[in-house]
């Protein structure tokens, strides 16, 4: 953060540190909060103050993007309570896992020559999305029971699963656009 | 319990100062200018009763420049001195302008700025040159109807602008010497227009076809707040290739060669034009083209042949719109409203794909040519300070991802598409070898891995970095994209503390030497020096900060200790005397030391601001 708020991003909100929260509410309390320090409120202001309210507008949106998405939020939340990830160097080594992630990349792959390549594809994504549902499930439990460095741990294949849901993403595009 | 207090925003209008505020659609084909009066948003029309200005400019040897419908009408005749379509430049290199296509009627000038420049009769112009002389005339339309100096005004950019045309286009309105007081996205500023007539809530999505562009945006309505969820499109797709692909069909028809001359070329395309608008209300349109030999071609475009000419373009933008639904992770049902902008939305095979596709019929109430303008002068009006309790605000998003060049040619993207603006984001890198003080930062654009690939905003260099082992220097890059969608980006090198920051310029935008030598050139400025309006603006600037702090005092001064009252109230008393004076270097110098004074107590009245906006908010909920 550098616009001088250095409460943590459950605290801008006004809400309770914990994995599960009011979607809503968070909503709700992002656009008071917009609505006072978006920079065009300070049009007219001195170029310093139109500067602050930039960085003040920009940490506001990092926040609330941080807590909005789940995987984000995860990770946020354990390293609010000290967890420290340094993903240059830790990988998850779950060897059943890393066969998972293998079999679902390659069936990703396989799409593209597969007879009915649409059905194919979102048949991956739904299984990639259910299996994101229930590892969060399992992460907030891990939370409930103060096991934080299980809960990393999840955090870590949750990161694996999400740059596939991208992947599989980027391919539904392609698809689309070779219509 | 006595009631928490909402502090109000951060403006220091006075009361009952009403500023004179405009609204711009700068567009492809036609711009028009927009105001506010007696709370009613409407287009301004010129002398003549016209709404739209054609954004044709036709320079003159001697150094006058016709605007408009004037200068269209010389298209023909002098086709290498009438600039149209000028907006399909901004911000772009001559190596995009080849990819533009063949077609485009003009002589580039080779030169060593990466600005294209355009050969007329009046001298070389630049693409920011010649916007800026559309929006001279808008800018005196509003100025004589409105009966006063305009304090500030919105432009209007397609959401899928990317860094370089945003610049270009800010470039253009301070040329013309405007306060550009926000770039809007076209989309959003529709959807205001629409939004508050109806006080709208949910999800509407914006189809916006113009002359030359294309952008879809999603949004949501939430009580004032327009929060673009998703935006995508196209920079170079609009109205402008359905006349395309009639003139080649005509040309097929026709037997004309890819080879002809410009007239023909512009014949043909004045034809097309025609026949399309035609076919808005007919079946089908008899052609009439006057060829190279003399002789008259003549033929027939029916409904069905033109629907299927322009099948493939109009599936190219529904592409886009099941993109920008995914992006916003919302589907086709959820969708309330869909609002259509830009001229090209009047041909009717474009509203039934689009009703189809949303499985909906669009709305079409407010004229589409219109909309857009209307909607920026309803936001130029709230900034301008005249609507201090209104509570719009518009969210908008980043169309583009933005990232940095790393080892082997691949994009690292720092902001992804579709980021909610502002937004400020940091990553580290390193030294690659032992001793290195030097690196160089190359800014990209784009959604693709390879640098190749994406678009390039530029490149700087961090010198002076301390010589240490590879891998052990940190230099955290910083960027920044302020609420037009405008980059700053900053590197400084962390472990030693020391800092070395740069502000980055697009590699197609103007210098800012470049910009001051077109201020000095043009004949807004020609009787005016430069001194004088750097004076001006320190002097602005000078009554924005004083007004602001004094405001601040008279409200918060108990937050400060004595002495902290003393520090600022000196500085402040030294500004207000060197105000009096003629030196804008020594104003600057005043701001400076006092924005410095006072960076503390505005920090702490911010954080003042934010806990209660939502202590305030609280309370209401458990009242």
């Known amino acids: 953060m550098n616009g001088g708020t250095s409460t943590n991003y459950f605290e801008i909100f006004g809400l309770p540190v914990d994995f599960e929260i009011d979607s809503q509410l968070l909503a709700e309390h992002y656009r008071e909060l917009q609505k006072t320090v978006h920079p065009d409120r300070y049009a007219n202001a001195s170029e310093r103050d139109r500067r602050m309210s930039v960085l003040q507008a920009a940490d506001i949106n990092e926040a609330f993007h941080t807590l909005k998405s789940p995987l984000k939020r995860a990770r946020y939340l354990l390293q609010t309570k000290g967890v420290i990830f340094d993903d240059e160097k830790e990988t998850t080594i779950d060897p059943d896992f890393l066969v998972e992630q293998m079999e679902l990349r390659e069936a990703l792959t396989d799409v593209n020559s597969s007879a009915d390549a649409f059905a194919e594809l979102n048949d991956i994504m739904q299984d990639i999305a259910k299996r994101i549902a229930h590892m969060l499930d399992e992460y907030n439990d891990c939370i409930k029971m103060g096991e934080l460095q299980k809960a990393k741990a999840i955090v870590q294949k949750l990161q694996f699963l999400e740059k596939l849901k991208i992947e599989s993403e980027i391919l539904e595009e392609e698809l689309a656009n070779a219509i | ?623």
């Open chain 2, 1 to 623: 319990m006595a009631l928490l207090q909402i502090s109000e925003p951060g403006q220091s209008t006075k009361p009952h100062e009403r500023r004179l505020a405009a609204g711009i659609d700068l567009g492809t084909t036609n711009s028009l200018v927009a105001s506010v009066r007696s709370s009613l948003a409407d287009t301004l029309p010129s002398e003549t009763g016209e709404h739209l200005l054609p954004s044709v400019v036709h320079y003159l040897a001697d150094g006058e420049v016709m605007v408009g419908a004037a200068a269209k009408a010389q298209a023909s005749q002098d086709p290498l001195n009438t600039i149209a379509s000028i907006k399909r430049l901004m911000g772009r290199g001559l190596g995009d302008i080849k990819h533009l296509g063949s077609r485009l009627p003009y002589e580039f000038t080779q030169t060593d700025s990466s600005v294209p420049r355009i050969k007329t009769v009046a001298g070389d112009k630049s693409p920011v040159e010649v916007s800026a002389d559309i929006l001279r005339v808008l800018k005196r339309r509003a100025e004589q109807t409105l009966g006063g100096e305009l304090d500030g005004v919105v432009i209007t950019v397609p959401a899928y602008f990317d860094d370089a045309q945003r610049q270009a286009t800010k470039d253009a309105g301070k040329l013309a010497g405007l306060n550009v007081l926000r770039l809007l996205n076209e989309p959003t500023a529709a959807a205001v227009a629409y939004g508050l007539d109806r006080s709208n809530e949910g999800v509407i999505a914006v189809y916006d076809l113009g002359g030359g562009t294309f952008d879809i945006s999603i949004l949501r309505l939430n009580k004032g707040i327009f929060e673009v969820m998703s935006t995508g499109g196209d920079t170079a797709l609009g109205g402008d290739d359905f006349d395309l692909a009639i003139a080649n069909w005509i040309m097929q028809q026709a037997g004309v060669s890819d080879d002809a001359g410009h007239g023909l070329l512009r014949r043909l395309m004045s034809e097309a034009c025609a026949a399309k608008e035609a076919l808005t209300s007919s079946d089908s349109a008899s052609l009439n083209i006057e060829l190279e030999n003399g002789k008259t071609w003549r033929g027939e475009l029916s409904r069905a042949q033109l629907n299927q000419l322009i099948d493939p373009l109009i599936q190219k933008t529904i592409v886009a719109c099941r993109r920008a639904l995914r992006d916003a992770q919302i589907s086709t049902d959820e969708v309330q409203a869909v609002v259509m902008v830009g001229g090209s939305t009047r041909v009717p095979r474009v509203r039934e794909k689009i009703g189809e596709f949303f499985a909906q019929p669009p709305l079409v109430d407010i004229d589409p040519d219109k909309v857009v303008a209307i909607g920026a002068a309803l936001q130029a009006d709230v900034l301008a300070g005249n609507k201090p309790d209104d509570e719009m605000l518009l969210l908008d998003v980043t169309p583009l991802s933005l990232g940095l060049e790393t080892m082997g040619g691949l994009v690292e993207k720092i902001i992804p598409r579709n980021t909610t603006i502002p937004v400020a984001r940091a990553q580290d890198f390193t030294t690659y070898k032992d001793g290195q003080t030097a690196m160089t930062i190359h800014v990209l654009q784009g959604e693709r891995e390879l640098v190749s690939d994406c678009r390039s905003l530029g490149r700087f260099s961090l010198h002076e970095i301390p010589p240490m082992v590879a891998g052990a220097a940190r230099i955290r890059v910083t960027f920044q994209v302020d609420a037009d969608g405008l980059l700053s980006v900053t590197a400084q090198e962390e472990t030693t503390g020391k800092q070395a920051s740069i502000q980055i310029k697009p590699s197609y935008g103007l210098t800012d030497s470049e910009i001051e030598n077109m201020l000095r050139d043009s004949i807004d400025y020609a009787k005016d020096d430069v001194e004088a309006r750097n004076l001006r603006e320190q002097q602005v600037e000078a009554d924005r900060v004083i007004d602001a702090l004094q405001i601040a005092l008279q409200k918060d001064g108990d937050m400060l200790t004595e002495s902290e009252v003393k520090a600022i109230e000196s500085a402040l008393l030294h500004l207000q005397k060197v105000r009096q004076g003629d030196d804008h270097r020594a104003i600057k110098k005043a701001i400076d030391v006092l924005n410095t004074a006072s960076t503390e107590f505005a920090a702490r009245r911010m954080n003042k601001t934010i806990k209660q906006a939502l202590a305030g908010h609280q309370l209401k909920e458990f009242e």
